[in-house]
Nanobody, 123 residues
Framework: VQLVESGGGLVQSGGSLRLSCEVT????????IGWFRQAPGKEREGIAS????????HYVAPVRGRFTSSLDNAKKSATLQMNNLQREDTAVYCC?????????????????WGQGTPVTVSS
């Protein structure tokens, strides 16, 4: 099983980035994908999740309305579209998969993790 993120980079405040999470070894029809981030000096936080069986999503307040997650089971990939990025969004972003806990953003419930991709938002 492997999850590989891409799409991070440097963007100005107000800009957009689209992160991808390529998944091998899992059938996304049976897994939920969560997106997490860890800013410098801070703990990792879950920000978004999506469950393919129902197409339902969950977002935490700081990103709701700006970030959108999606799944493509045929392409075995997940994406996180991030709009109106702000400096406080600067972090390393990673995706994770779980088969048991659905849309929960409790990181202990996730079975597989990617290595992460850095996002830096400049003012």
């Amino acid at each position: 099983v492997q999850l590989v993120e891409s799409g991070g980079g440097l963007v100005q405040s107000g800009g957009s980035l689209r992160l991808s999470c390529e998944v091998t070894g899992l059938d996304l029809e049976y897994f939920a994908i969560g997106w997490f981030r860890q800013a410098p000096g801070k703990e990792r936080e879950g920000i978004a999740s999506i469950r393919n069986t129902e197409g339902t999503t969950h977002y935490v307040a700081p990103v709701r309305g700006r970030f959108t997650s999606s799944l493509d089971n045929a392409k075995k990939s997940a994406t996180l579209q991030m709009n109106n990025l702000q400096r406080e969004d600067t972090a390393v972003y990673c995706c994770a998969a779980n088969v048991r806990t659905g849309l929960s953003l409790y990181d202990g419930g996730y079975d597989y993790w990617g290595q992460g991709t850095p996002v830096t938002v400049s003012s």
